[in-house]
């Protein structure tokens, strides 16, 4: 029986070229501890090759579908990555696609 759902159609993400961060303070720290996590360095490398729902960067990265979730929202609130698009798992689930926001990041440490 076939859906009247797209499950997955192809993802149209083109990502900035550059993206400017500034940060002050306690932020710098934030961005320092969310670039040293090994996880979120493979989600990144991941998503790098084309956009991934969750549940595939999961199987992708090699840890579970709520670690991966803990640092999808992590790379989500620090710029890096975006929802782009929302796929149908075969359940009829929703399943968000995430992407690279930007092809290069440059970081500025301010006082």
Not at 23 to 50: K, M, N
């Amino acid at each position: 029986m076939n859906s009247a759902l797209p499950r997955q159609p192809p993802v149209e993400h083109v990502p900035e070229d550059q993206v400017r961060l500034s940060v002050t303070g306690d932020e710098s720290a934030a961005v320092w501890e969310l670039l040293s996590s090994t996880t979120a360095r493979a989600i990144v490398a991941t998503i790098e090759e084309e956009p991934k729902p969750a549940s595939e960067i999961a199987t992708a990265v090699g840890t579970s579908l709520q670690n991966t979730c803990y640092h999808l929202d992590r790379l989500v609130d620090g710029d890096l990555i975006e929802p782009t698009q929302t796929w149908y798992s075969k359940k009829g689930r929703e399943m968000t696609v995430y992407a690279l926001r930007t092809r290069e990041l440059v970081i500025r440490f301010c006082d």
